[in-house]
């Protein structure tokens, strides 16, 4: 069965750190990946998806994430993070014909 | 216009009260789905609709039906709702043309069950 990962529940950066955020998912056949974010009391917003070329896949609002699959993980990075980009962000695994898997989620608190 | 709408944003109920929470849009697609999201397990599926006339259970159907009225409406009802029902639930739509299943979110339900 699929499954996903983040083992950070939560983390903490200040301003203008970079961010490192981790997935990792157990999939039988080549998954499609995507990264959602939730704002406070918002629905979810899709950051960025793979679904096949590129292993480095840029996103909305300067993210980008690297599908490796030796290592069956899919991070979200963002080189400089902003106050505005504290929120929640899910990963997912999803495959043709397949519902979606969400990971239990990373909170992200922005120090100023 | 929000492509993906939910009504209502926030409910407040007691054990035993039948509800429904209601989910439209506009995007057109085929799919729809229902999410409970509980702090620290992420999202879990209740239920999907791949057309009017498919409806199928997810992760954790008991204790909730749903109901595809129309390809842009699915609606989801607790019968008797219970307090650990309490929790954020979000409806989502995809297209099954597209061979891959981007999931688009509406902004979620809050539901409270005293």
């Known amino acids: 069965a699929q499954s996903v990962t983040q083992p950070d529940i939560h983390i903490t950066v200040s301003e203008g750190a970079s961010l490192e955020l981790r997935c990792n998912y157990s999939?039988?056949?080549?998954?499609?990946l995507f990264w959602y974010v939730q704002s406070p009391g918002q629905g979810l917003q899709l950051l960025l998806k793979y679904f096949s070329g590129d292993t480095l896949v840029q996103g909305i609002k300067g993210f980008e994430a690297e599908f490796k699959r030796s290592q069956s993980s899919f991070n979200l990075r963002k080189p400089s993070v902003h106050w505005s980009d504290a929120a929640e962000y899910f990963c997912a695994v999803g495959a043709r014909g397949q519902n979606f898997v969400f990971g239990p989620g990373t909170r992200l608190s922005v120090l100023p | 216009d929000a492509d993906v709408t939910q009504t209502p944003r926030n409910r407040i109920t007691k054990t035993g009260k039948r509800i429904m929470l209601e989910c439209s849009q506009t995007?057109?697609?085929?799919?729809m789905y229902w999410y409970r999201q509980d702090p620290g397990l992420g999202l879990q599926l209740i239920y999907y609709s791949f057309d009017v006339k498919d409806i199928n259970k997810g992760e954790i159907s008991d204790g909730y039906s749903v109901s595809r009225q129309a390809q842009a409406k699915f609606s989801l009802s607790l019968e008797s709702a219970i307090p650990n029902q309490t929790a954020l639930y979000f409806c989502a739509t995809s297209s099954g043309l597209a061979g891959y299943n981007e999931q688009f979110f509406g902004p979620g339900t809050r539901l409270t069950v005293l």
């Open positions: 999939y039988g056949a080549t998954p499609y």
């Open positions: 995007k057109g697609h085929d799919r």
